[in-house]
Protein backbone atom coordinates (compact mmCIF):
# COMPACT_ATOMS: atom_id res chain seq x y z
CA UNK A 1 0.00 0.00 0.00
CA UNK A 2 2.85 2.43 0.77
CA UNK A 3 4.39 1.66 -2.90
CA UNK A 4 1.21 2.45 -4.38
CA UNK A 5 0.45 5.34 -2.32
CA UNK A 6 4.00 6.58 -3.80
CA UNK A 7 3.62 5.91 -6.45
CA UNK A 8 0.10 7.25 -7.49
CA UNK A 9 -0.13 10.70 -5.06
CA UNK A 10 2.43 12.37 -7.33
CA UNK A 11 0.09 11.50 -10.20
CA UNK A 12 -2.98 12.58 -8.54
CA UNK A 13 -1.06 16.03 -7.66
CA UNK A 14 -0.51 16.54 -11.30
CA UNK A 15 -3.50 15.77 -12.42
CA UNK A 16 -5.20 18.02 -9.72
CA UNK A 17 -2.93 21.27 -10.77
CA UNK A 18 -3.65 20.07 -14.93
CA UNK A 19 -7.53 20.64 -13.73
CA UNK A 20 -7.53 23.06 -11.78
CA UNK A 21 -5.68 25.77 -13.79
CA UNK A 22 -8.05 24.52 -16.86
CA UNK A 23 -11.14 26.20 -15.59
CA UNK A 24 -12.40 29.00 -13.71
CA UNK A 25 -12.48 28.45 -10.09
CA UNK A 26 -14.61 31.12 -8.84
CA UNK A 27 -17.37 29.15 -11.41
CA UNK A 28 -20.29 27.96 -9.62
CA UNK A 29 -19.70 24.04 -10.83
CA UNK A 30 -15.78 24.55 -9.33
CA UNK A 31 -17.37 25.44 -5.92
CA UNK A 32 -20.09 22.22 -5.51
CA UNK A 33 -17.23 19.73 -7.78
CA UNK A 34 -15.12 20.81 -4.68
CA UNK A 35 -17.24 20.98 -1.45
CA UNK A 36 -18.49 16.90 -2.64
CA UNK A 37 -14.70 15.91 -3.09
CA UNK A 38 -14.45 17.38 -0.06
CA UNK A 39 -17.26 16.53 1.70
CA UNK A 40 -16.21 12.67 0.38
CA UNK A 41 -12.83 12.50 1.82
CA UNK A 42 -14.25 14.06 5.26
CA UNK A 43 -16.79 11.00 5.50
CA UNK A 44 -13.85 8.00 4.11
CA UNK A 45 -11.74 9.94 6.56
CA UNK A 46 -14.31 9.55 9.45
CA UNK A 47 -15.75 6.31 8.39
CA UNK A 48 -12.28 4.93 9.12
CA UNK A 49 -11.56 6.51 12.43
CA UNK A 50 -14.70 5.18 13.44
CA UNK A 51 -14.14 1.87 12.02
CA UNK A 52 -10.92 1.59 14.44
CA UNK A 53 -12.71 2.78 17.33
CA UNK A 54 -15.98 0.59 17.29
CA UNK A 55 -13.37 -2.03 16.15
CA UNK A 56 -11.39 -1.92 19.61
CA UNK A 57 -11.73 -5.13 22.15
CA UNK A 58 -12.01 -2.63 25.15
CA UNK A 59 -15.09 -1.04 22.97
CA UNK A 60 -16.69 -4.17 22.09
CA UNK A 61 -16.67 -5.83 25.75
CA UNK A 62 -18.34 -3.15 27.81
CA UNK A 63 -22.21 -2.56 26.56
CA UNK A 64 -22.27 0.59 28.85
CA UNK A 65 -19.31 2.08 26.55
CA UNK A 66 -20.90 1.08 23.63
CA UNK A 67 -23.66 2.61 24.19
CA UNK A 68 -22.60 5.67 25.29
CA UNK A 69 -20.39 5.83 22.24
CA UNK A 70 -23.17 5.38 19.90
CA UNK A 71 -25.13 8.13 21.80
CA UNK A 72 -22.45 10.31 21.43
CA UNK A 73 -22.00 9.43 17.46
CA UNK A 74 -25.68 10.07 17.02
CA UNK A 75 -25.94 13.60 19.13
CA UNK A 76 -22.60 14.93 17.04
CA UNK A 77 -24.40 13.75 13.49
CA UNK A 78 -27.56 15.27 14.84
Known sequence: METFFSLTAHVGIVLGIAVSSSYNVHSPTAFIIEGVFNSVLI?????DLL??????PKLQTN???????YLALFLVQG
Open 43 to 47: YMSLV
Open 51 to 56: ATDFNN
Open 63 to 69: TKLQLMT
